[in-house]
């Protein structure tokens, strides 16, 4: 078979799949979640035998250290990857919830229900432990997954693959609602990505590049998250100690997730009263300043920042510091060198705090909160399958009812149009 | 200038417009339309004449005539465009609506804003008043427009568009909200698709062949509206006197619709008492019937329907009748010939409506309603741009909550994560 067929074949599988358990009841669709924990908990010694393989294979490669230990499942893994399964079993269905309905002159009620969006493609990189928190996520919503790893993670993932098919299929399901693109073939993306009409979304989870390649090849909807630039902006009217607060927390405590800071603002009538403590509190922690040319008037022996470094995702103990003339010159700094992700105002003043709530257009605006918080389980919306940085269909943490679409439902008792 | 940094010239003042626009009170926003009706009826002379100009073009050039009649601005036209700005105008302002706020155990409030996209790119075919219709809906969203009409109509909508951008400045808003692409380069379309990260959303307008083209082509997300075969399923325990009218409503009341009926489907038990009087009364109003085998049966003198006859989408006095074994049969025919765009069942049977409701997946889905009745207006949700056949993002009727996005804001006090 060539790649093509193969691939259209998978996606064949899947929207078969799809079609099937878009109708399976709250009850079946937990309980085969369920089953798939037990199994991966039950499998553990095969999984990490699988997951070996491409440790000894990404090694020969000569894989960075950081790709090998994203790429590696241990018990602990192993044992999340589940527990994760059946967290997702205890979240509420979306499928068949009515958000709204009301009532037409004509006498005809008009509603829009929650439906699956049919099938969902991932294509993610190197950790494993994707494989089974996406599918669970998509199952749960109703949707067949068509699943495309990294081809270093190709043996753990076939075998997760099928522990989680078996497991469907043990419930009643078909396996087709559980794809993977089996085949190392880089060219099966591309492939994947023209299946319009037969896949119905695509979310790419990794680097920017893998994500900029998708976007500009697919003629199926992406929902993307590209880097996340955060700022925190501290106004002349904040609670200084809550300020510092707030901003060591928004950069030290995970510097390598996307809701960190990676640029301070710092209003200039309390800069000089700010800074001195809250940079040296930073580097006590390790973080490396790089500070405009008014904060390193203030606080010495620390380096330039450069324009460039404004729009860069550290991910890492760096920071940015720049001193800001106000609150316009910050949503400013904001607008052009963020990523629109996730950004805070600390300040006591109620007018500047709406207006920043109001006028700042990221996927999260934090008023006196650490950006850290914008996370679906943090926001009370349970597991999620990504940030979305897109502003069409969704913007955040992406939940179940992401994974959804509606339709309109309308009763009616014979009403014609006149 | 070349076409590229032509386009790119002209995104760019759409972005900077959209995000005044944006920020702008609904006060502002209403005046502003209000302004631009008002100046659209007072040039009305002005229009006509230029339309004039591309009419004589497309008689020149061998325009059919619906092509010219769809080309045509006429008083009643340049008036019904004015008046639709006025609607627009009276419509609630979606931007900045709290669609949902809630607590979280740490004591921040987390809540849902809805906000505006940025710049929305309109791709259209013949009809200018689709510049009035489609700029007023982006702009009372807080959007900027930008728009690329078909090349036989460009004489009257750059008319159309100098009248709205005069009336926008005369308001106090950047013209940049409201953005053509005067150039006749068909190749103008191919570069705007290719801005990702300044136009935000695109909505092509028009015919098949244009919508896939433009969903093929560009990097930024598109929301389409393909086809509507539309589906009345006549079930054996209908009011047969009401699924008549409904039926005989869906085809006969404007055929030329998008959610008009294409195909009947009839339940073996009820064929022979409903088919007979069904058909003779859509024959006596014109319409040519296609009729499966039993149907031809049961009524004699009537074409047979061929396999390929389900897909079409006829948009004219032209019915397929196909006798179903059952609401399984007839399920399974919308799935597989249906454009998932509405579809309506007439029964009396409670569990078979449910059924139905639940089970088909189209962006509306009726119970004893004609299929006519999908539609912006007919749902109370005003105006609309579109009906969208896509799962992401909008589905069904988009108005102007579908040319919003939303973004999380979070109130706090101090909060930081552990």
């Known amino acids: 078979m060539d790649l093509k067929s193969f691939v259209l074949s998978k996606a064949e599988e899947a929207r078969v799949g799809g079609r099937a358990i878009g109708k399976v ?13 037990a199994a991966v908990k039950k499998s553990a010694k095969a999984l990490k035998r699988e997951n070996a393989k491409d440790l000894a294979f990404g090694r020969g490669k000569g894989l960075s250290k950081a790709l090998l230990d994203r790429l590696t499942l241990n018990d602990k893994r192993i044992h999340e990857m589940a527990e994760g ?30 439906v699956p969006i049919g099938v969902i493609g991932i294509i993610y990189e190197s950790r494993p432990n994707v494989t089974a928190d996406a599918t669970s996520l998509c199952l749960k919503a109703g949707n067949a997954v068509i699943l495309r790893g990294g081809s270093e ?53 990794g680097g920017e590049g893998l994500i900029r390649a998708v976007t500009e090849n697919s003629r199926i909807p992406v929902l993307k998250h590209y880097k996340g630039v955060c700022h ?13 607060d707030i ?15 990676e640029t301070m603002l710092v209003d200039k009538p309390v800069a000089k009263a700010f800074l001195p403590t809250m940079i040296r509190r930073f580097k006590k922690a390790g973080v490396t300043i790089k500070g405009c040319a008014e904060t390193r008037r203030i606080v010495s022996a620390i380096d330039t920042v450069q324009k460039e470094d404004y729009y860069d995702e550290y991910l890492d103990l760096i920071l940015n510091v720049r001193v800001v003339k106000n609150i316009d010159e910050a949503m400013k700094h904001v607008a052009e060198y963020g990523s629109a992700h996730s950004e805070a105002i600390v300040t006591k003043d109620y007018a500047k705090g709406m207006r920043f709530l109001r006028e700042v257009d990221s996927s999260a605006v934090f ?9 679906g389980f943090q926001f009370g919306l349970g597991a999620e399958i990504g940030i979305s940085t897109d502003k069409i269909h969704a913007r955040g943490p992406m939940g179940l009812e992401e994974l959804t679409s509606t339709k309109f439902i309308v009763l009616g008792n014979g009403q014609l149009r006149e």
């Open 25 to 37: 009841s709250s009850e079946k669709k937990n309980s085969a979640l369920i089953k798939m924990a």
């Open 85 to 114: 399964l059946i967290e997702v079993a205890a979240l509420p269905d979306p499928v068949g919830e009515i958000t709204k309905m009301w009532q037409r002159p004509n006498g005809m009620t008009v509603g829009r229900m929650r």
């Open 153 to 205: 993670a190709i043996h753990s993932n076939k075998a997760i693959v099928k522990i989680l098919r078996d497991a469907a299929k043990a419930e009643g399901l078909l396996p087709g609602c559980v794809t993977y693109i089996d085949t190392p073939d880089r060219q099966a993306v591309m492939e994947l990505l023209k299946l319009e009409g037969i896949v119905d979304l695509i979310i790419p989870r």
């Open 232 to 244: 925190v902006f501290v106004d002349r009217d904040a609670d200084l100690a809550m300020a510092q």
């Open 247 to 261: 901003c060591f927390n928004a950069k030290v405590q995970r510097p390598g997730t996307c809701n960190a800071m």
């Open 367 to 375: 008023i006196n909160v650490s950006t850290r918080f914008n996370d």
